[in-house]
């Protein structure tokens, strides 16, 4: 990661972060790290040793299980949660229950632990795919489904109980340990760029393509935030075409074998960060070239 554009004024931690293994979770832990911050990461299974973010604190438990979030929540005293910890767009597909298990009561339990310890800070990833598009004005997919009812779960815990959560919608997230995932063809485009390899993105079309380092950014001001009331938002509304992606690839590595299916994914309706502009102000965009620049690079290294 670059150098952290945005410092908070005061600590956020211990900051407890669910699914913190997973790509943005990594990035996030690290930042956190390097500003100093005490971080706690959740997840069903801790990596192996050499791949955990040193500083950083590893507890394996079940997010589905309240008791164990409580039980770490209240050993390590923490301040803010950043909940990440979800089943994606596949998983979800092919279990839907444990999917709905694990978003939806999922996101209940890290809620309800917020509640009973007094954390005020609550950050947590929703996604374009909760919202309605297509014929039948529905999200895009179970995935989508699941995170639409935690942003209204979210809402209707603050009714009950006052906690002015923030819900944040990406679209694509895309950087250098980005390799999971339907839309990590585009982080697998820039590594095999990198490599000297061919690689086919296997969809075209037009997305919201935002560069890991910003997203991350987006969380630590969130984190720093002190909304009034639940906050859900699209990140960015800049929309480039899988067109873009490979020619800003090709403008770091102009011998690139990099190309697209002809197998059109729907562009996301409707995007607005308004929500999150008003309580954020700006911050710090990483445009497409320069996200593609800073993945190859990072591949090549």
């Known amino acids: ?28 832990v690290r930042a956190l790290v390097e500003l100093g911050e005490s971080v706690v990461v959740f997840d069903l299974r801790a990596p192996a040793p050499e791949a955990r973010i040193a500083g950083a604190a590893y507890v394996e438990g079940d997010i589905r299980q309240q008791q164990d979030l409580h039980r770490v ?51 947590y990833t929703s996604s374009l795919a909760a919202r309605p598009r297509g014929p039948l004005n ?7 489904v699941y995170k639409a009812a935690c942003e209204d779960i979210s809402k209707v815990h603050f009714l009950d109980h006052g906690l002015a959560s923030i819900g944040l919608r990406p679209n694509v997230v895309y950087g250098p340990e980005r390799v ?34 910003e997203v ?45 299916a002809p197998i059109h994914r729907a562009a996301p309706e409707g995007i607005d960060n308004a929500p999150l502009r008003a309580l954020l102000g700006s911050w710090q965009a990483v445009p497409l070239a320069e996200g593609a620049r800073r993945t190859i690079e990072a591949f090549g290294a």
């Open 138 to 144: 529905s999200p895009a997919n179970l995935y989508g």
């Open 1 to 28: 990661m670059t150098a952290l554009p945005f410092k908070p004024a005061a600590p956020l931690g211990p900051v407890l972060v669910t699914g913190g293994s997973g790509f943005l979770g990594r990035a996030l």
């Open 216 to 260: 991350v950014e987006i969380f630590l001001r969130c984190l720093a935030a002190t909304p009034d009331r639940p906050v859900v938002s699209d990140l960015t509304t800049a929309i480039d075409s899988i067109d873009d992606v490979l020619a800003a690839i090709r403008a770091v590595r102009p011998e690139a074998q990099v190309s697209a």
């Open 73 to 123: 929540a209240a050993d390590h005293g923490v301040a803010s949660i950043v909940h990440l910890a979800a089943l994606v767009i596949p998983a979800c597909r092919a279990n839907p229950v444990l999917g709905a298990e694990v978003n939806v009561i999922g996101h209940l339990n890290a809620l309800d632990v917020a509640r009973a310890l007094g954390i005020s800070r609550f950050v």
């Open 180 to 213: 999971e995932g339907e839309t990590a063809a585009i982080s697998l485009a820039m590594r095999a760029a990198a490599r000297g390899e061919a690689y086919e993105i296997p969809f075209t079309g037009a997305m919201c393509f935002q560069h890991v380092d």
